[in-house]
């Protein structure tokens, strides 16, 4: 029987999701972040749950020839736990991406591996490279004060000199060495309009330190205009790059009518409204803050309605209804969830794309697409989160022939 702190030689097998890979010891299943499949190691056991543990490889005793020097010296057992992957090359990380997508639409999206073979899964990976990408970044403050990045599943905070994936205008800021007495946390932006806005959060009320309380960013042919503490992409190029996608897997045509569900600010429905002339677009959103941004940034375009109101609220309640040609779903890491799929599917649209951020989630949600004869017809996977774990996707699903 393992003990939590225990150390332990174990080999690792295949990649899970959640940063981990998974291991055996005596029977018992471990999952080990700090590692690359087939590597021998020293792991620490950290957590002890019924079934299986969760343990840091501390010591490396045969590397993978994929295994790298983090670029932070921060990314390791014990220390920041933003980054999940820094110790693998990054032509590796795609692949370690796309081995968790198969293994979520295979095991929970009930996809056989010859129908994920059709899909041709690759994730790609963005301009800029691996480091210096994150446009917004949170940093947690500690009972002194001082600001940090939070370890793995934990509340604690470790204070570091910069974090290496932030955007270098946002490295530059004097966050780190600036003591935060009245702070639980700062928020940092660095927009694609080139603003650089610091926030202070005390008990979700949010102050304004340095920089313009509204952030200017460029995408979809756009400019934009919000909140510095709202929602947007935090890579630099992941709005233009899923615009692009979702744009070209739905071929929108004149006149089409089409929802923007989960639209935040509009990205989507402002690329729609430029494709389907005077047809209806459709945007819901549910936050105060997305609503009041979505009916800002498309004043201009009278053929986009805004409805203010949960998705799962529009739909049964008819605040929105058919028929409609093109839906976009962007959920949140959650996802769409089986009742708003089968409400969206009852509208009868000729193609859904949906925007996903948690492969889990999305295959789920692919389960209820095929349980009523629709197909996934293409998938998309795109490395918005180089370093990390994390992986979007953009799929198009079709309904049946």
Known sequence: MLEEAERV????????????????????????????PGERVVAEITELHRGFARADAVEVLDASPDRVVPPCPYAK?????????????????????VAVVREQLTRLGGLTDAEVD????????????????????????????RAGLLKHRSHEVVPIDRCRIAHPAIQE??????????????????STGGDVSVT???????????GPETVRERAAGRDWTLPASG??????????????????????KPGERAWDLYGGAGLF????????????????????????????NLADLPRVEVVAARVETALARRRITGPVELV????????????????????????????????????????????????????????????????ELVGLFLPPA
Request: proline share 7%; charged share 15%.
């Open 328 to 391: 976009v779903l962007d959920p949140p890491r959650s996802g769409a969830g089986a009742q708003v799929v089968r409400d969206v599917l009852a509208a009868g649209p000729r193609a859904v794309a949906y925007v996903a951020c948690d492969p889990a989630a999305f295959a789920r949600d692919v389960r209820t697409f095929t349980d009523a004869g629709w197909r996934l017809a293409a998938l998309r996977g795109y490395d918005l989160f180089p370093m990390t774990q994390h992986v």
């Open 77 to 97: 057992p014990g220390a920041c736990g933003g980054c999940d992957l820094q110790h693998v090359a990054p032509a590796a990380q795609l692949a370690w991406k």
């Open 200 to 210: 202070a959060v005390r008990e979700g009320v949010t102050t304004p330190v340095s």
């Open 118 to 145: 059709a899909l041709g899964v690759a994730v790609e990976a963005l301009p800029g490279g691996p480091l210096g990408w994150r446009s917004r970044v949170r940093y947690a403050v500690d009972a002194a004060g």
């Open 9 to 36: 030689e174990l080999t690792v097998d295949a990649i899970a999701p959640g940063g981990h890979c998974v291991a055996r010891v005596d029977g018992q299943v471990v999952f080990v972040r700090h590692a690359l």
């Open 173 to 190: 800021l004097p966050v780190l060495g600036t003591p935060w007495p009245e702070a639980d946390a700062v928020e940092t932006v660095a």
């Open 269 to 296: 429905a402002a690329a729609l409204a430029g494709r389907v002339g005077d047809a209806r677009v459709t945007l819901v959103e549910s936050s105060a803050d997305g609503v009041a941004a979505a009916r800002q």
């Open 231 to 252: 929602f947007w992409q935090v890579h630099p190029a992941a709005a233009d790059t899923l615009v692009g996608a979702v744009l070209q897997l739905l071929d929108p």
